[in-house]
């Protein structure tokens, strides 16, 4: 099978501007959970769906939103970017949850 | 809320050295429990998951970790690590709301 795949890869952006990343599942995985990864705050949650519904959110502003669509991918969006949105973001795939998650590459965004 | 600490921030260790690093956990009820590895330019990887059962369990490159329930603890061993090894080790876990609480992660330097 093949495994998480997330575009893009890396992004640089400008302050106040917005980023939509992307992230493919494993076939047949139905929940898809996205994690900001920083050197000082490490690996938080941000928010997990299944089956097009948000079923828990992180603690994290409203500028940060995602959706999912009918074939398990994901996106996630941030507006409004600041310096301190720059992160590694992971997007992690599971059947339903509860098991085991598998990551993606993750997406670097750099915000100038 | 669930928290997850490990105590070990850096590790140095030479080839052949044995290998424990330190996870605790704070949720009272089930959990379940994965340490993750991250070498350098990759992504996150499964080392080993405890869902319930045998409290010791076996991962992958001769890893494996020991569940201790009334420790809250879920320590990492390798009983003689390799060059290879070097990478940042991160434990996790999933007990409610089908989120990974990670702790701030382990950077493990094998020297050769």
């Known amino acids: 099978k093949a495994g998480v795949t997330q575009t893009p890869r890396y992004l640089i952006k400008t302050r106040g501007q917005q980023v939509t990343l992307s992230c493919s599942p494993i076939s047949g995985h139905r929940s898809v959970s996205w994690y900001q990864q920083t050197p000082g705050q490490g690996l938080q949650f941000l928010f997990e769906?299944?089956?097009?519904?948000?079923?828990n959110k992180g603690n994290f502003p409203g500028r940060f939103s995602g959706r999912q669509f009918s074939n398990s991918r994901s996106e996630m969006n941030v507006s409004t970017l600041e310096l301190g949105d720059s992160a590694l973001y992971l997007c992690?795939?599971?059947?339903?949850?509860?098991?085991?998650?598998?990551f993606g590459p993750g997406t670097r965004l750099l915000v100038l | 809320a669930q928290s997850v600490s490990q105590h070990n921030h850096h590790v140095i260790l030479s080839e052949a050295a044995s290998l424990e690093l330190g996870c605790n956990y704070s949720y009272g009820g089930t959990v379940n429990l994965f340490w993750y590895v991250q070498y350098p330019g990759q992504h996150l990887q499964l080392l080993l998951k405890?869902?319930?059962?045998?409290?010791l369990v076996k991962g992958i490159k001769g890893f494996e970790a020991e569940f201790i329930k009334s420790k809250f603890s879920f320590n990492l061993r390798k009983p003689s690590v390799q060059w290879s090894d070097t990478a940042e080790y991160f434990c996790a876990v999933n007990a409610i709301a089908r989120q990974l609480t990670f702790g701030s992660g382990t950077q493990l330097t094998v020297l050769p």
């Open positions: 405890y869902f319930s059962g045998d409290p």
């Open positions: 992690a795939s599971s059947a339903t949850g509860r098991e085991t998650q598998y």
């Open positions: 769906y299944f089956s097009e519904t948000q079923r």
